[in-house]
């Protein structure tokens, strides 16, 4: 992380400067785009009569205390409001949780040889007010397809995400709907695709049976590929590289699945934005949108890794364990009139 300008001592002279904080690849981590989708969330939240958790919105991220040494900065202190909307949260929920898949992932490929697959499954659109039930009948349905011989024979371990998006489609019949969905990370073993390969038709049926569903889901079954080789990796063994593109696919496909773009449409503070968060609060009730199983959870914990969705969302990688003695301290605060983050020695 980098502050801006360049001479960040500098800048650390003089008060008031807007924050930029970027990442290893000097990409700039969009505190203010959080921030502000945040305090738009609490809006909606407030006029959905959900005030408690509109209030601790405001508030989420409103300061956030660095750490400076050798120009870089690492979170601190802050305060999260862990609302299961809050963009803020979610953005570092996500964050989290990729940096600890790359590690179990890395962990998994050193000890297992293994490949990956990724894994949709689906269930119809369905309004509002079925939600909640829905979601709690795919929870016990994974248990029963989790369970089946097929699948404890052919899949070593798993990562579950449970992502539900709304229908904005106007001209749609589905319009208004939702649609929640697994995703689902697949470790297999290196003969997978022999003698203990599950075909297309396999899973579609499995899902169907543990669903109890009198019609054929949409399911989707593809090996994750890996990304085309970084520059960066040219003179590194084509083995090596090969495992970390293969890890940078499977980072991509481990983000938080609640994503506020599929909660508030715009800008503005709109009826059908209200009626969604209504809708997506009273289903995320007490749900966890995550899990691992078989391998990946086992090497979950002994990374001795802490919660992504209810956890510490300061400390999410490594670095954040230990503060180098004779770091400086950084305030940054949310300036209302400004609209942005100021920083200030």
């Given at each position: 992380?980098?502050?801006?300008?360049?001479?960040?001592?500098?800048?650390?002279?003089?008060?008031?400067?807007?924050?930029?904080?970027?990442?290893?690849?000097?990409?700039?981590?969009?505190?203010?785009?959080?921030?502000?989708?945040?305090?738009?969330?609490?809006?909606?939240?407030?006029?959905?009569?959900?005030?408690?958790?509109?209030?601790?919105?405001?508030?989420?991220?409103?300061?956030?205390?660095?750490?400076?040494?050798?120009?870089?900065?690492?979170?601190?202190?802050?305060?999260?409001?862990?609302?299961?909307?809050?963009?803020?949260?979610?953005?570092?929920?996500?964050?989290?949780?990729?940096?600890?898949?790359?590690?179990?992932?890395?962990?998994?490929?050193?000890?297992?040889?293994?490949?990956?697959?990724?894994?949709t499954l689906t269930v119809r659109n369905v309004g509002?007010?079925?939600?909640?039930?829905?979601m709690d009948l795919m929870t016990k349905a994974w248990?029963?397809?989790?369970?089946?011989?097929?699948?404890?024979?052919?899949?070593?371990?798993?990562?579950?995400?449970?992502?539900?998006?709304?229908?904005?489609?106007?001209?749609?019949?589905?319009?208004?709907?939702?649609?929640?969905?697994?995703?689902?990370?697949?470790?297999?073993?290196?003969?997978?695709?022999?003698?203990?390969?599950?075909?297309?038709?396999?899973?579609?049926?499995?899902?169907?049976?543990?669903?109890?569903?009198?019609?054929?889901?949409?399911?989707?079954?593809?090996?994750?590929?890996?990304?085309?080789?970084?520059?960066?990796?040219?003179?590194?063994?084509?083995?090596?590289?090969?495992?970390?593109?293969?890890?940078?696919?499977?980072?991509?496909?481990?983000?938080?699945?609640?994503?506020?773009t599929d909660v508030i449409r715009g800008n503005k503070?709109?009826?059908?934005?209200?009626?969604?968060?209504?809708?997506?609060?009273?289903?995320?009730?007490?749900?966890?949108?995550?899990?691992?199983?078989?391998?990946?959870?086992?090497?979950?914990?002994?990374?001795?890794?802490?919660?992504?969705?209810?956890?510490?969302?300061?400390?999410?990688?490594?670095?954040?364990?230990?503060?180098?003695?004779?770091?400086?301290?950084?305030?940054?605060?949310?300036?209302?009139?400004?609209?942005?983050?100021?920083?200030?020695?």
């Amino acid at each position: 992380m980098h502050l801006y300008p360049h001479d960040s001592m500098d800048m650390l002279s003089k008060s008031n400067k807007i924050l930029s904080d970027k990442d290893g690849q000097g990409k700039e981590r969009d505190w203010k785009g959080k921030k502000k989708r945040s305090l738009l969330m609490a809006e909606h939240h407030e006029i959905a009569e959900l005030g408690k958790k509109a209030e601790r919105m405001y508030e989420c991220g409103s300061f956030l205390s660095f750490k400076l040494k050798d120009e870089r900065l690492k979170l601190y202190q802050a305060y999260f409001c862990k609302a299961r909307l809050c963009p803020m949260c979610n953005w570092r929920r996500s964050l989290k949780i990729a940096f600890q898949n790359k590690k179990i992932i890395q962990a998994v490929n050193e000890r297992e040889n293994v490949k990956w697959v990724f894994l949709t499954l689906t269930v119809r659109n369905v309004g509002g007010e079925e939600l909640k039930d829905t979601m709690d009948l795919m929870t016990k349905a994974w248990n029963r397809f989790a369970g089946y011989v097929k699948f404890k024979r052919s899949i070593k371990g798993y990562f579950r995400a449970l992502e539900v998006t709304r229908n904005w489609d106007k001209e749609s019949e589905w319009y208004g709907t939702y649609h929640p969905h697994f995703h689902v990370l697949l470790a297999v073993p290196n003969d997978y695709f022999g003698r203990n390969y599950i075909k297309q038709a396999e899973w579609t049926s499995m899902w169907q049976r543990a669903m109890k569903l009198d019609y054929i889901p949409i399911v989707h079954v593809a090996k994750v590929k890996p990304k085309k080789e970084s520059p960066d990796f040219i003179e590194m063994e084509q083995e090596i590289k090969k495992t970390i593109a293969e890890q940078n696919a499977i980072f991509e496909v481990s983000k938080y699945p609640m994503k506020d773009t599929d909660v508030i449409r715009g800008n503005k503070v709109t009826p059908e934005n209200v009626q969604t968060v209504k809708d997506l609060d009273r289903a995320l009730a007490y749900k966890r949108l995550i899990s691992y199983g078989g391998l990946l959870k086992k090497i979950h914990k002994e990374l001795n890794l802490s919660d992504s969705e209810d956890g510490d969302l300061i400390h999410i990688d490594d670095e954040s364990d230990e503060i180098a003695n004779g770091a400086v301290d950084i305030m940054a605060y949310w300036h209302v009139g400004l609209n942005n983050y100021m920083i200030r020695r």
